[in-house]
């Protein structure tokens, strides 16, 4: 059974950091796109950063110059570096994983970031 499991959210303050990490229990990892998505209270799920097999990182404009997406193939782990956060990033953060060509896209659980003074 597919799983992606993330660690590393909580409760920072305006201008911190926090690291995000995601393990997926994928064969054959490198092929997926993966991704983070997050969900704030009221509002639809949004797509913060992704990242290609070919390791090309894509952000939404609100996270550019302060969030990085990286993956390690060997250890099947994604992460998601978060600087300088602010409340508007409070939010449930998810893991997720696409490969669209073989029909296949696998959620986590999510993890919560809360930014507040």
């Known amino acids: 059974q597919v799983q992606l499991v993330e660690s590393g959210g909580g409760l920072v303050q305006p201008g911190g950091s926090l690291r995000l990490s995601c393990a997926a229990s994928l064969s054959a990892f490198n092929i997926y796109v993966m991704a983070w998505y997050r969900q704030a209270p009221g509002k639809q799920r949004e797509l913060v950063a992704s990242i290609t097999t070919g390791d090309k990182a894509n952000y939404d404009d609100s996270v550019k ?23 508007e990033d409070t939010a449930v953060y998810y893991c997720n994983a696409a ?19």
């Open 65 to 87: 110059g302060r969030f990085t997406i990286s993956r390690d193939n060997a250890k099947k782990m994604v992460y998601l570096e978060m600087n300088s956060l602010k409340p």
């Open 99 to 117: 490969a669209f060509r073989l029909g296949r896209e696998y959620w986590g659980q999510g993890t919560q970031v809360t930014v507040s003074s």
